[in-house]
């Protein structure tokens, strides 16, 4: 049970701090990504909707090769680590906020861009008030962005190294257990991750059925 427990607070905790910082600098760019009309605009949302599908093993592979031994990062010595596991989970989770965030803004009510311009509103002011005004959309991409993070299992494996009490989250947790022959743990395991993943979608639900609603 304590492994289970170990696993799972790990896995949270990670998964938290990496869209804490994707979404730090995801939401204010997303803002405005999604007032642009520019003809870069539609340059950075296919970007980052690529970003958005590319595998999670990808995602670690990229990561292994900064923090390898040869890598340009390897100097700092993280392969192995969680901070190394955090990095590559922002790079999953950035594309997400940034993506969903931009149409979540996109998507206002015209006259908000009509009046931020009247008003000759700073950027930075417009921008603020757009995430004031999106933050139910906001919201649901943030949770969107955790709910792949805390489900992935890529990166974990390959620049976590699996490490007990250290590295070790459910998806590796899972992985182990099941190359080890005891499915049966590592259904258990599932079970947890599952509970997880479910309770992360219905806040995504809520927060989806409370923007329909306003």
């Known amino acids: 049970m304590s492994e289970v427990l170990s696993a799972a607070s790990l896995s949270l905790g990670l998964s938290a701090a990496a869209v804490t910082i994707a979404s730090l600098a995801g939401v204010p760019a997303a803002a405005a990504l999604g007032l642009s009309r520019s003809r870069r605009r539609d340059v950075f949302l296919v970007a980052a909707r690529v970003g958005m ?32 596991i955090v990095v590559g989970e922002v790079l999953l989770a950035f594309p997400l906020v940034l993506a969903l965030g931009a149409s979540a803004v996109g998507g206002l009510d015209p006259r908000f861009r009509e009046t931020a ?10 921008i603020g008030l757009a995430i004031s005004e999106a933050r139910d ?3 649901a ?19 976590g190294g699996n490490l007990l ?12 257990e099941t190359s080890r022959g005891d499915f049966g743990r590592g259904l258990r395991l599932g079970l ?3 509970a997880v993943a479910l ?13 329909e609603s306003s």
């Open 53 to 84: 599908s590319v595998p999670t093993v990808v995602v670690g592979l990229l990561v292994y090769g900064l923090f390898s031994h040869r890598g340009p990062l390897g100097s700092f010595g993280l392969l192995y680590s969680p901070q190394a």
């Open 117 to 126: 311009r009247a008003l000759h509103l700073p950027r930075a002011r417009t």
């Open 137 to 139: 959309g906001l919201a």
């Open 141 to 159: 991409a943030i949770l969107v962005a955790f709910a792949r993070c805390v489900t992935e299992l890529g990166v974990a494996l390959l620049v």
């Open 165 to 176: 009490g250290r590295t070790r989250t459910l998806t590796t947790a899972i992985a182990l």
């Open 192 to 194: 947890v991750l599952v």
């Open 199 to 211: 309770v992360v979608n219905l806040a995504v639900a809520l927060v989806f059925r409370r923007t």
